[in-house]
C-alpha cells in the first residue's frame, strides 16, 4: 500500500484478556518497528525486524509482550493478559533497508484502552 | 541512559513568525537525526532528517541544524502557519539498524 497500514485503529479491551495488533509496512520495506506512546509522552520503541527476524526485542516491556513477522510483510504484536498500564498508542513503522539515514514512515497507530 | 531531550516542553507563537525547537541529544556515536511532526490523533509525519556530516539542511519553510560539539539540535519553521500547530519530535538513530530513539516532544502552538 500506500502507507504503514495498522489495525485496529481502536482497541477497549478488559483487563487480562489478549490483543493482537497489525501492522503492514509499506511495500518493499524490509524494516519493521514497534513503538509504544504514552498520553503526552515520547515514543518508546519496543522492537525491531529485518526481514522476518528480529535483532533487536530490547525495548519490549515484558513477556507478555511478543511479535512476528511473517513473509517479510505483515507483523503482529501480541498483548497477553493486559494490564491497565499497557493503555497506549502502538506505532509500527517501516524503513527501506533498515540502516540509520533510511527515513522511517509511521503508520497512524492502534489506541489500545485496557479497562 | 542515553536520550535525546527536548529544551521547551511548550512553544507558542504568533502566525507570520518564524519558530526555533530546540533538542539536545547524549550519545556523540549518533550519526543521523530526524525529525517529526505529529497532530492530535495520528502517527508523527516525517519532516526533515540531516546525517552527522552535515550542519544544516532546508527543506521547505523548514530548516534543520546540527551543533555536533555541543550535541544540539534545532528545528526552524519559517512564517509559522496555523497548521503547523502540532507537537514536534526530534530522533536520533546510531545505525543499530536503523532504530530511532525519541524525545519527549515540543508543542508548538500557533496564535492567529
Not at chain 2, 18 to 32: E, L
Not at chain 2, 63 to 76: A, C, G, I, M, R
Request: charged content about 20%; proline content about 4%; aromatic content about 10%.
Amino acid at each position: 500500500g500506500a502507507g504503514v497500514s495498522q489495525s485496529p485503529s481502536n482497541k477497549v479491551t478488559e483487563k487480562g484478556k489478549d490483543v493482537e495488533l497489525r501492522c503492514d509496512p509499506i511495500s518493499g520495506h524490509t524494516a519493521l518497528y514497534w513503538y509504544r506512546q504514552s498520553l503526552g509522552q515520547g515514543l518508546e520503541f519496543l522492537i525491531y525486524f529485518q526481514g522476518n527476524s528480529a535483532p533487536d526485542k530490547s525495548g519490549l516491556p515484558s513477556d507478555r509482550f511478543s511479535a512476528e513477522r511473517t513473509g517479510g510483510s505483515v507483523s503482529t504484536l501480541t498483548i497477553q493478559r493486559t494490564q491497565q498500564e499497557d493503555s497506549a498508542v502502538y506505532l509500527c513503522a517501516s524503513s527501506n533497508r533498515g540502516f540509520s539515514g533510511n527515513t522511517i514512515y509511521f503508520g497512524e497507530g492502534s489506541w489500545l484502552t485496557v479497562v | 541512559g542515553e536520550s535525546v531531550g527536548l529544551h521547551l516542553p511548550t512553544l507558542s507563537v504568533q502566525e507570520g513568525d518564524n519558530s526555533i525547537i530546540n533538542c539536545a541529544y547524549s550519545n556523540s556515536a549518533s550519526d543521523y537525526f530526524i525529525w517529526y511532526k505529529q497532530e492530535s490523533g495520528k502517527g508523527p509525519q516525517f519532516i526533515i532528517d540531516i546525517r552527522s556530516n552535515m550542519d544544516k539542511r532546508q527543506g521547505q519553510r523548514v530548516t534543520v541544524l546540527l551543533n555536533k560539539t555541543v550535541k544540539h539540535l534545532s528545528l526552524q519553521i519559517a512564517a509559522t502557519q496555523p497548521g503547523d500547530s502540532a507537537v514536534y519530535f526530534c530522533a536520533e538513530s546510531r545505525n543499530q539498524g536503523g532504530k530511532l530513539i525519541f524525545g519527549q516532544g515540543t508543542e508548538l502552538s500557533v496564535k492567529p
